[in-house]
């Protein structure tokens, strides 16, 4: 565990070095760093040991309390009506939909007022006075992001996902976002038969260039007109194969989304350098060795990643897998917090980001499953309980030893085994999301990838250690970082680790398995006016809801959902 004495102080330098007009003293930073720390029962907003607070107060006696949950981010704000002697009346949270050109602050000079400025100019409200637009009224809309001042920030809003609250949310995203789109399955055969967008350089590759294309080719012992070609189910929209009989190893550029990429795989025509090379994991068996594998490279000079929570999981409490005895009495979970709230989890892209939302894709696994029943880890940190933080904001502490797929705050999107000295980033992580340990680190397959129980790999609800698995990693080509992301139809961790060795990955991690809903990932191209949402798989199209009108509504991009997932959104200033 950290101490305060030194590395405590270190994470507080790094803090006031990377917000040059922060409004905490060290002392007070310090004080949230020890709380932090404690191990007791807290709320939430005590697990943020950057969060800056204000207050202002009312005429009627009232105070006003803002909270910035980490300034660094400047996103997710916690504002809260409390009484002259600090009871807490209700609780609103907000988010700050432009968190890198707009500032939310608090006015208390004798009319306290809200003051959002961009460069649009400066505007004060204040949306507790009940009128038009204010935070009753957007409590009551229905909607999971209701705009409030003059549409300039939103109140998040726990909803059911009812009908009447699908419906809602709906149009004000077709209204606000989607201008008026209709959201339909993805049929490559009507969408871009006679398109131009499916003629590409890709099309007319051939011989050693088509090696070069995407992420790089899976290594493989046959020369390139010798490679086999494999029948598949990938339901994606992808240029350069007939029948969807795509060569192995090899990438195919995703039609309408430019930086996007899918390939396949079996895992026995892997190359005996990797089938046999460095890294211990287990011998492939004849059915996971013959077993497809379907691939998704994305070129991230093109897409930003973000991270979100579900409705629902990962849970903030405690697994059942570690033994009773490494709880701390009283405890509610291992971080001392029993759930996010006030914090509203939403399990959905939020608006301002909708538009340019090109892929979804499922998350890691829930609390109950998200930590250590064998090994050495049941007894490091109550149990190493994987962890997760959304919008700066830490809903689950970062463990050392686990693998951390990350967004700092100036964009850069890293993945590695996290450690103790990690920790100075803190302050700057936009995101962050821990899953179970290593497949792949350094290029080679992870020192557990070979041992069931102390890898905590889980398996099908048999027990069966073979089952159907998703995973990511990183890796760089030809001066370019790629996150590919991996759906294995039946797979040990060996199979998946020597697969993304084979592909040239630098990292890899597990992230769910066992169900298509559990494995989801979509794609969103947009044409003429509608929205298209393909899926890698064409049962992940089943977890989709529909509109009364029959259109589709895609999941996490459409309506909340329980789960956790990544996204991808273009970069701004880039054109689809």
């Known amino acids: 565990m950290l101490n305060w004495s030194f590395k405590g102080a270190v994470l507080v330098g790094a803090l006031l070095g990377s917000i040059p ?23 939430i907003h005590e697990l943020q040991p950057y969060r800056q607070e204000t207050t202002a107060p009312l005429k009627d006696g009232r105070v006003v309390r803002l909270v910035s949950l980490n300034p660094a981010v400047n996103s997710w704000f916690l504002l809260r009506l409390e009484t002259a002697d600090g009871k807490v009346q209700d609780s609103y949270h907000l988010e700050n939909p432009d968190p890198a050109g707009q500032t939310l602050g608090l006015f208390g000079d004798g009319r306290t007022a809200l003051v959002v400025e961009n460069a649009e100019g400066t505007m004060r409200c204040a949306p507790w006075l009940g009128s038009a637009g204010s935070l009753t009224v957007a409590r009551k809309t229905g909607l999971p992001f209701a705009p409030l001042c003059g549409d300039r920030i939103y109140l998040r809003n726990q909803v059911s996902g009812s009908r009447s609250n699908l419906e809602a949310t709906t149009e004000f995203l077709r209204d606000n976002v989607w201008g008026g789109e209709r959201i339909v399955n993805f049929v490559k055969g009507t969408f871009f038969r006679d398109s131009e967008m499916t003629t590409s350089e890709a099309l007319a590759a051939s011989g050693q260039g088509r090696l070069d294309i995407g992420p790089g080719a899976a290594e493989m012992d046959f020369a390139l007109e010798d490679r086999p070609v494999v029948r598949t189910y990938n339901a994606l929209g992808f240029d350069g194969a ?103 989890r939403l399990g959905m892209i939020p608006p301002q980001k909708a538009d340019r939302a090109i892929a979804v894709f499922t998350g890691g696994f829930k609390r109950e499953h998200a930590a250590f029943k064998w090994g050495e880890y049941i007894r490091l940190n109550y149990g190493t309980h994987y962890g997760f933080i959304e919008n700066g904001v830490i ?8 693998s951390t797929l990350y967004v700092l705050t100036d964009g850069t999107i890293g993945m590695k085994t996290w450690t103790e000295d990690d920790n100075r980033m803190l302050p700057r992580i936009r995101f962050a999301r ?89 794609l969103f191209t947009r044409n003429e006016g509608s929205l298209h949402v393909e899926h890698l798989m064409p049962g992940m199209a089943a977890i989709e809801k529909r509109a009364r009108s029959g259109d589709v509504i895609p999941r996490f991009l459409g309506f909340v959902d329980n789960r956790d997932f990544f996204y991808l959104t273009l970069k701004e200033g880039l054109e689809p």
Not at 275 to 283: A, C, R, S, V, Y
């Open 21 to 43: 007009a922060l409004a905490q003293t060290a002392e007070e930073l310090e004080a949230q760093w020890a709380t932090y720390q404690e191990v007791r029962p807290k709320g």
């Open 242 to 344: 007939e029948n969807k009989n795509m060569t192995m190893g090899l990438w195919y550029p995703i039609a309408g989304l430019e930086g996007v990429f899918t390939s396949t795989i079996q895992p026995r025509h892997l190359a005996q350098s990797v089938l046999k090379g460095e890294g211990k994991t287990n011998w492939l068996d004849a059915v996971e060795s013959r077993a497809n594998a379907h691939f998704v490279g994305f070129d991230l000079s093109r897409f930003d990643l973000s991270y979100a929570v579900g409705t629902a999981h990962p849970g903030l409490g405690w697994s059942p897998r570690p033994p009773w005895d490494v709880r701390p009495r009283g405890m509610p979970g291992p971080d001392g917090v029993r759930s996010a709230r006030p914090l509203v």
């Open 395 to 402: 809903l689950s502490k970062l463990q050392p030893r686990l």
């Open 434 to 522: 821990q899953n179970g340990v290593p497949l792949v680190e350094n290029g080679i397959p992870g020192p557990l990838v070979p041992h069931w129980g102390a890898g905590n790999w889980s398996g099908s609800a048999e027990a069966k250690l073979r089952t159907l698995r998703a995973g990511a990693c990183m890796k760089e080509e030809n001066g370019r970082q790629w996150l590919i992301y991996g759906w294995f139809s039946t797979a040990t961790p060996s199979a998946m680790a020597r697969s993304f060795q084979g592909y040239g990955c630098d990292y890899a991690m597990l992230l769910d398995m066992n169900a298509m809903e559990h494995t989801h990932l979509a």
